[in-house]
């Protein structure tokens, strides 16, 4: 079973979001894929409501690095739990360049989820100059070892380490499926490194940026890859349920 992540960033009403879910759920078939939605704060509690502990599963798009107090505009992750999150997503770059996220940061904010139960979806990726000046093998090592340090190798078994070329995000441009296979045995190598061979096998490893319903078949078949993370591709309805149905 393969991973499919949907990422909604800062679209849709709790309305919108209910509408959406009216015509996606009678199209999601169950035991297919796990199915994550990771929503907008204002939209959990009807999604919570709508889903009722079914099969599809929500995630949040971040949380504090903070347990709880003086962090005005925040979100903690027993807020999360408390809402009906399964999942949060930590590191994405929209987050590490826009709101400045350092790695010391996004460390304490996967030890928070972690404590609260939440299964992390930790966003790596490089940027276009890393890219250009072969430098991806080494930002992914970078920011995967900053992200996980002081963990346990029993902990991985709640982390997803989603790959997200910043370059690819929103562009258009996708990576062939040879080169997501490179990102995702560096990434593996890493994990196999710094915990065993047996974590770096296990870990599971998703692809995002630039989905669409056009390459979702493709890029699906790459080796290595336990699922996808969706960005714009997921706020259609119809157009999520065909990518659920070609992958």
Known sequence: MKYIIANFKMNQTPQETKEYLIRLLPKVEEGKHKLVLCLPATSMGVASFMLNGGEVSIGGQNLCDEEEGKCTGEISGKMLKNAGCEF????????????????????K????????RLKVILCVGENLA???????????????????????????????IAYEPVWAIGSGKVPTNKEIETSVKAIRKVITD????????AITVV???????????????AKGLNGMLIGGSCLDAGTFATILREV
Do not use: C
């Open 88 to 107: 949060v997503i930590v590191g994405h770059s929209e987050r590490r360049v826009k709101f400045k996220e350092t790695a010391r940061s996004i460390n």
């Open 130 to 160: 890393e890219r250009n000046t072969l430098k991806m093998l080494e930002t992914l090592k970078v920011q995967i070892e900053e992200a996980l340090k002081g963990l346990y190798e029993n902990e991985l078994e709640n982390i997803i």
């Open 109 to 116: 904010k996967i030890k928070i989820a972690l404590k609260n």
């Open 194 to 201: 710094d915990f065993s061979a047996k974590a770096g096998e």
């Open 207 to 221: 692809y995002g940026g630039s989905i669409d319903a056009k390459n979702a078949p493709t890029i699906n078949r």
